[in-house]
């Protein structure tokens, strides 16, 4: 008998009896049923400047870049970011790096006096690659080890599509 390679390559422990002890219920969860992406996610790094601290206004910022760029420059992906320093993608952007220039309305400035036009420069570099794959092969139980970095950016992807504003 071998030794697993590391500490997460452990097997389930079998469950006997399953089903046939105890009572019926029902159980209610709060989940709701997802598909895999076919594609591999993406991560990339996001520099705005002049650096805003209000995620708010960032994410007003990407929107602005997605709904100029989303047919052309992102060739069609439909980004997940997380309102500071990360967007994700399912498939790659048409790019490793690229630089855009965003110009926004400041609301704010609109409420004493004439609204003012602001200029952002948005940088977007590719960072890392998370493999759907092992994760598919992890939910369907044919591998014991947890692909952690393709988890986390599904949580994150998750949790910023409920306050997705594009």
């Not at 994410?59 to 990360?86: N, T």
């Not at 926004?104 to 690659?129: H, M, Q, S, W």
Request: overall charge positive; charged content about 30%; proline content about 5%.
């Amino acid at each position: 008998m071998g030794f697993p390679t590391s500490s997460k390559s452990l097997n389930f422990a079998p469950r006997p009896g399953f089903g046939h002890v105890g009572t019926k219920c029902i159980v209610k969860a709060n989940h709701f049923f997802a598909e895999l992406p076919d594609k591999d996610l993406n991560q990339y790094d996001v520099t705005i400047t002049p650096e805003v601290a209000s995620r708010t206004v960032n994410r007003a910022i990407m929107a602005e870049l997605v709904k100029l760029y989303k047919e052309s420059d992102l060739g069609m992906r439909l980004p997940a970011y997380d309102g500071r320093k990360s967007l994700y993608t399912a498939g790659e952007l048409p790019f490793a790096w690229r630089e855009f220039t965003i110009k926004l309305i400041d609301e704010e400035d609109g409420i004493n006096g004439p609204k003012r036009e602001r200029e952002y420069k948005v940088v977007i570099k590719f960072v890392a690659r998370a493999n759907m794959y092992h994760l598919g092969q992890f939910l369907a139980g044919k591998r014991a080890d947890a692909p952690q970095e393709a988890l986390q950016i599904l949580d994150i992807v998750l949790r910023e599509l409920s306050t997705k504003r594009y």
